[in-house]
């Protein structure tokens, strides 16, 4: 008995550790470094190579991006001049594996393409606060000018938006685009956001859906919420973070 002891207790001892499972990352997660801060908007591959897409100001193109318990991502890969969307490559697979839902609350919101939302149809803000604001598209093609500079091809919404919590415009389950700035919900209910169609092409990218992924949430809710949207009032642009 004592000889099986002992070899069970060097089996032990030179056991190798068991290595921890790769956490999940795609929309909802928030990237940082010592001088920025931003929200991802959706996941993309390339190919076996995985994306984040997030909105302006999140960093420098060639920045190392971090997240959870400053854990490195990956580096940002392009920043547009004057505002535009932010993508950043996942090279760190060995601590993230990319997810297609967007994290809101305790729950995921499933995404399961991209198919654009007309003029006069349902659109919802996703949003760390408030959960789904809910509202409809009231023009695209827009050009406004933001404090970084003007930019064109957005679409206007009638919902209001609150900096700093800001995540993605969907509709259901189809990714609509990446939030950019707007009214507060004190002032009014207008915000426009950079369609996401135009943004995978830009860059060769394919959005990642539950239908490429292994990977399954834990709760999954896709309700929308269809409030009175607020009314149209002095338009104020805040920043979507």
């Not at 697979?93 to 994290?103: D, G, S």
């Not at 500079?149 to 919404?157: A, V």
């Amino acid at each position: 008995m004592r000889v099986i002891a002992a070899a069970l207790l060097l089996l032990l001892l030179g056991a190798t550790p068991a290595t921890a499972a790769p956490a999940p990352i795609g929309g909802g997660s928030v990237l940082f470094t010592a001088s920025f801060r931003c929200t991802t908007a959706f996941a993309a591959k390339r190919d076996t190579t995985g994306f984040l897409i997030a909105g302006p100001r999140c960093a420098t193109t060639g920045t190392q991006m971090f997240s959870g318990a400053n854990v490195p991502v990956g580096p940002v890969i392009s920043t547009p001049a004057g505002g535009g969307a932010t993508v950043v490559q996942l090279t760190n697979t060995a601590a993230w594996t990319l997810v297609p839902w967007i994290v809101l609350g305790t729950t995921q919101h499933m995404i399961r393409g991209a198919t654009e939302t007309p003029v006069g149809g349902t659109v919802c803000l996703l949003d760390r606060s408030a959960g789904r604001r809910c509202g409809v598209i009231t023009a695209k093609n827009q050009t406004v000018t933001f404090p970084e500079g003007t930019i064109t091809g957005l679409t206007r919404t009638n919902i209001c938006m609150q900096p700093g919590t800001a995540v993605a415009f969907v509709s259901g389950d189809q990714a609509q685009g990446i939030p950019l700035g707007g009214s507060t919900c004190t002032t009014g209910g207008v915000s426009y956001f950079l369609p996401i169609r135009p943004i995978l092409s830009a860059y060769g990218l394919t959005l990642f859906t539950e239908h490429n992924s292994k990977v399954r949430p834990t709760s999954v809710d896709n309700t929308s919420h269809l409030g009175e949207a607020p009314p149209v009032g002095l338009l104020r642009i805040v920043l979507a973070n």
